[in-house]
């Protein structure tokens, strides 16, 4: 049996930054993988170049049963941080949109970041391992059976992430080590995920697949302004998946396909001014042919403006820009960006990411029950939660 100071499970953006900052501290760390590559999900995300962070880092752009658990950890381990690092190692970054901070190159520059800080702190890590057994000591240290060997450690990290995108490695062990130790985990869902449709409207929707437009998506809970994206499935985009994490199973969402015009008195102005015009000519000017053609029906839509009534052009409006749609579902974890729920924070300490009842077991990363929105949010958590635990562990 090999006796260690600090045993993290998992090689994802949290264990490593954990690992790193244990390491830092002179701390002997092993990490175990049961994966073949470390950070599989960081060399896959944003589109191959990895959206590390975000600008406007605050605890509101995070959803969890206790609101408040996230802040302390992205208050000490901030977004400017994580930057000065990628700085450090003279990784070339820009911001796409929203304060969405993506690698110039690929998502590979931010992986061997990590891995070389990992190196230059003595943190070694296992690949293809996988943890069958994990025992308590009544001394307050654990001991690990894996395939690959035993362990006995002081400190035990469970950084497994979540239940999204399951092709690459995502597994309930984090829950099920939570609830080995009688603590709380509550349900999960997909989150950042796109939606599907009930049949009626993929059927009416099936031509647009493909088309991308930017709208505000608005929920029971919350609303964002982005493009949505038309797909074979359902609806797509950055708002789509924005809003997936607030809308709940039954609930409508409701779509505005017009949000920079007031379109109201756009049609009231080409009556005066332009009578002559068809409807569909004046509306082309801010939608794509084919979506006047779904959402109007086309013998009106070749009206001249002139001969359209009050209540025809309030009809017109509410179709565009207040789109009451009911979706059927989501694609699930197969597309999910993010888990929503899992354990309990109320069980935790915010400061460290310990469990209160079990000294020397610590959560990090995605397997808790934060998520950030879509853009850098959950790498931040990830980076936050890693090193807070990595102070202390």
């Not at 969890?64 to 996230?70: I, L, Q, T």
């Not at 985009?237 to 017009?258: K, T």
């Amino acid at each position: 049996m090999e006796k260690i100071d600090i045993i993290i499970i998992g090689a994802g953006a949290a264990g490593l930054m954990c690992a790193l900052e244990a390491g830092k501290r002179g701390r002997q760390v092993i990490v175990l993988e049961q994966g073949n590559k470390p950070g599989k999900k960081i060399l896959m995300s944003g589109g191959g170049r990895c959206n590390f962070t975000n600008y406007h880092i605050v605890a509101d752009n995070f959803i969890s049963h206790n609101p408040h658990f996230c802040k302390s950890a992205l208050s000490r381990y901030t977004q400017w941080d994580f930057i000065e690092l990628v700085k450090k190692h003279n990784i070339p970054f820009h911001e796409k949109t929203l304060g969405q901070l993506f690698c110039d190159h690929k998502s590979k520059d931010i992986l061997e970041m990590l891995l070389a800080e990992c190196q230059q702190n003595n943190v070694e890590i296992r690949l293809n391992t996988h943890v069958e057994k994990i025992e308590k000591l009544n001394d307050h240290h654990f001991k690990i059976k894996s395939t690959r060997g035993d362990f006995h450690c002081q400190s035990l990290v469970i950084a497994t992430g979540g239940l999204s995108i399951p092709t690459m490695g995502a597994s309930p062990f984090g829950y099920k080590v939570a609830e080995q130790f009688n603590i709380s985990v509550w349900p999960t869902r997909a989150g950042l995920v796109p939606l599907t449709l009930q049949l009626e409207d993929k059927e009416k929707l099936s031509t647009l697949s493909g088309v991308a437009i930017d709208c505000l998506v608005r929920s029971q809970h919350n609303q964002f302004r982005e493009n949505i994206l038309f797909t074979h499935r359902g609806l797509s985009g950055p708002a789509i998946l924005q809003i997936s994490s607030y809308w709940h199973f039954g609930e409508n969402i409701f779509i505005n396909l017009l949000p920079e015009i007031n379109l109201l008195d756009e049609l009231i102005y080409h009556q005066q001014h332009s009578p002559e015009k068809q409807l569909n000519t004046v509306l082309s000017d801010y939608l794509p042919k084919r979506v006047i053609e779904i959402f109007l029906n086309a013998e009106f839509a070749e009206k001249k403006i002139r001969s359209i009534s009050q209540r025809d052009i309030d009809v017109v409006c509410s179709s565009l820009q207040n789109w009451i749609l009911k979706p059927n579902g989501t694609e699930g974890y197969r597309t999910a960006e993010v888990t929503l729920g899992g354990v309990d924070c109320d069980s935790l300490s915010s400061k460290t990411m310990e469990a209160q009842n079990v000294p020397g077991l610590y959560f990090i990363g995605e397997v808790l029950d934060v998520s950030g929105w879509l853009g850098g949010y959950n790498f931040q958590w990830a980076w936050s939660s890693g090193w807070a635990a990595g102070q202390v562990i």
